[in-house]
């Protein structure tokens, strides 16, 4: 990072004939204004755990209809972005077992706002990781959304939240819910959301074994149960549930455990470790492999936590958040 870069101006077309809605090309705008290289944006962005995941059908797509309750957790990756105007795309990462290519959500977050930021939009990003992957955990979703809003944050650009949040999905089912984070009722693939009352107490210990589930392999077992035969959500009834949490037991389950723990018994011995710690709630996130569980008190989870990372596993204690993302 820091070289400066060289600028692209787009020409306007000369060219006569039919008139053609041109993109105003955002990044190389900016460029041309600004003498010196942008700041870098340092970009937060938290996991997610899914509290409920039921799902209700296979879809033609090839995806599911789900019916979720995501919730943002302070476990975050840190992401230092420098948008640039050369329509390069360079990825540094920490965790070496991701990949910097084309591959990676943050460069496809790049390339999926050129259509509003201008062709030339490039950036260079160094994405420091926290949250593991393969894990349930939406931790390259959030940097995906994390990249949307800080494309508009540096270039100032007025995305109307509903095209922003369109652009997300386009990436992955769980981006839109980050470009909001906190407590969301998720339904469709589990981009159409709806605020729920925020979990306001509860300290999460986020449990991953030696083992990464990849999403598509979870999705496509035939083991878990559908819910069509079940009665849907009641907002009001889970709502009511959520705001008097931890003096009410949250009455949810992840559809996906049926699936996941025959297949995977690290996932289920881990479960069953994190029950007999007495907490509030303990589940599966997501399509695994982390395990989270909810305790009261911090200590206690803390200590808890503590145990697990003893023995080598990824073990983190967090917090329930109201956003998903914060960009400095
Ligand atoms: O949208 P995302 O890229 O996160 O999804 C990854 C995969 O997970 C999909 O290709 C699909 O196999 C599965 N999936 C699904 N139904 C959903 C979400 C994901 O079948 N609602």
Redesign the pocket.
Known sequence: MGKPVPRIREAVSPRPGPRVHRVRDAAATAAAKSPHTPAPLHVTTCAKVNLSLE?IR??ED?????E?IFQSIDLADAIEIELTSDARIEIECTDASIPTDERNLCHRAIVAMRPVAGASLGARMRIEKRIPSGAGL?GG?GNAAGILLAVCRGLRLDVAPEKLARIG?T?????PFFLHGGTMLGR????LLTPMEPLKQGVFVVVKPDVSI???????QPTFGLTSHRPRLNLRAANSVLARFPRSALPFRNALEAAVVPAFPAVARLLEELLSEQPCFASMTG?GSAVYAIFTHEDRAVEVARRFAQRGLFASVAKPTRQAIEIR
């Open positions: 799902i296979r879809r090839g995806y599911h209809e789900i979720t939406g979703s999905a990436l992955g089912s769980d981006v469709g693939r589990g981009e990849p999403t598509p392999w979870a999705y496509a399509s």
